[in-house]
């Protein structure tokens, strides 16, 4: 594998290593030394920043709902200048999200993102994020019999 891809691989990594200490100061910083000032991220966003400002804005609302916030890399995927992301993110429902008061319980859901860098930096991200698993889990919409991400979350209970 080339220099660059593992380079590139490092830097999602470090980006999830950041995330993962919940701390927002620390998220901060890196995001601001990994992504690039004009970084375009193409997942519907509900803030009006961009780049990294927008990613440390993301995570601040994010571990309002999921303080135990913890991102899991469970594949990572590099060719020319892009990375894929898979992961299993976990958190318990202790702010309101999406209207819903708190729950208490556990979320288990899984992300994809595609990180496309320039000069080193993330330049531009899409992303899909499980968002029906969540609200099955909060009790917003029915379980799916045989969902294993709702089997996961009823055996932690």
């Known amino acids: 594998m ?8 490092a830097v999602i990594r470090r980006f ?11 998220i901060s910083k890196t995001t601001e030394e990994l992504f690039a000032p004009d970084a ?7 803030v009006g920043a961009t780049g990294a400002q927008a990613m440390t804005e993301v995570f601040a609302r994010l571990l ?5 916030l913890h991102v899991a890399i469970e594949d990572l995927i590099a060719e020319a200048d892009k990375v894929v992301s898979r992961n299993t993110v976990t958190g318990t429902h202790l702010g309101e999200y999406l209207g819903h008061a708190p729950t208490g319980k556990l979320v ?6 595609i990180f496309r860098f320039a000069d080193g930096r993330i330049a ?6 499980d968002v029906v ?11 799916i ?4 991400h709702v089997e996961a979350a009823h055996r932690a209970e």
Request: no cysteine; glycine share 6%; proline share 10%.
């Open 108 to 113: 288990t859901y899984n992300e994809i993102f």
């Open 64 to 68: 309002r709902v999921l303080p135990d």
């Open 16 to 26: 999830h290593d950041a995330t993962n200490t919940r701390d927002l100061d620390v």
């Open 40 to 46: 375009l991220i193409r997942t519907p966003l509900p």
């Open 133 to 143: 698993s969540q609200m099955r889990q909060l009790g917003v919409i029915p379980d």
């Open 145 to 148: 019999p045989g969902d294993p």
């Open 2 to 9: 080339s220099t660059d891809l593992q380079s590139n691989k």
């Open 124 to 129: 531009e991200t899409w992303g899909v994020v």
